[in-house]
T-cell receptor, first 113, second 117 residues
Framework: DQQVKQNSPSLSVQEGRISILNCDYT??????FLWYKKYPAEGPTFLIS?????DKNEDGRFTVFLNKSAKHLSLHIVPSQPGDSAVYFC????????????FGKGTRLSVIA | GAVVSQHPSRVICKSGTSVKIECRSL??????MFWYRQFPKQSLMLMAT?????????EQGVEKDKFLINHASLTLSTLTVTSAHPEDSSFYIC?????????????FGDGTRLSIL
């Protein structure tokens, strides 16, 4: 049973517009959430995270929103750039130092110039 | 920022060969390292969690004797695929996280593409 779900396998957005990537989770013990970006044949790169005590965290063009009651988080990228084209993984974990992250299946974002 | 180095980046070898993959944390001490496997167009599948100085914890369905993990120091973990066969061909990625119980992201190496002929 998937605990972290990214229901959209792909997303296309025009350059300059907003990209919104969604993620849902089922485990109520999760309280730390992250987004990673991955290019082909490379390891994932950490983008941004959010703790369950917050509902929004912003870092430059990237903003993550968390809705705990709905068990939903989203990543907003604005303005989108062609270099943002990659696979984005949502990940979650309970607040425990040695617990591995649980990943979604990823969403492939294509930003069209 | 935190850097994790993984080596080699690509391995092509014959069936029956054992392959060792190294994962190093370059600018922080990693009390915990994780090994993942990724099949084409699929998510990252956790294989095992290794803690420095103790035995690795393997996920269900991962053969301990097939995938040997050693985490002998705070900056190095190794994954050895023993007697590799074509079905072991995959993209293997390690990640590391520093110590403590505050929220910290896992940082990933660039992965190792393993191709068994």
């Amino acid at each position: 049973d998937q605990q972290v779900k990214q229901n959209s396998p792909s997303l296309s957005v025009q350059e300059g517009r907003i990209s919104i990537l969604n993620c849902d989770y089922t485990n109520s013990m999760f309280d730390y959430f992250l987004w990673y970006k991955k290019y082909p044949a490379e390891g994932p790169t950490f983008l941004i995270s959010i703790s369950s005590i917050k509902d929004k965290n912003e870092d430059g063009r990237f903003t993550v929103f968390l809705n705990k009651s709905a068990k939903h988080l989203s990543l907003h990228i604005v303005p989108s750039q062609p270099g943002d084209s990659a696979v984005y993984f949502c990940a979650a974990s309970p607040n425990s130092g040695n617990t591995p992250l649980v990943f979604g299946k990823g969403t492939r974002l294509s930003v069209i110039a | 920022g935190a850097v994790v180095s993984q080596h080699p980046s690509r391995v092509i070898c014959k069936s029956g060969t054992s392959v060792k993959i190294e994962c190093r944390s370059l600018d922080f001490q990693a009390t915990t390292m994780f090994w993942y496997r990724q099949f084409p167009k699929q998510s990252l599948m956790l294989m095992a969690t290794s803690n420095e100085g103790s035995k690795a914890t393997y996920e269900q369905g991962v053969e301990k004797d097939k995938f040997l993990i050693n985490h002998a120091s705070l900056t190095l973990s190794t994954l050895t695929v023993t007697s590799a066969h074509p079905e072991d061909s995959s993209f293997y990625i390690c990640s590391a996280r520093g110590g403590g119980y505050s929220n910290q992201p896992q940082h990933f190496g660039d992965g190792t593409r393993l191709s068994i002929l």
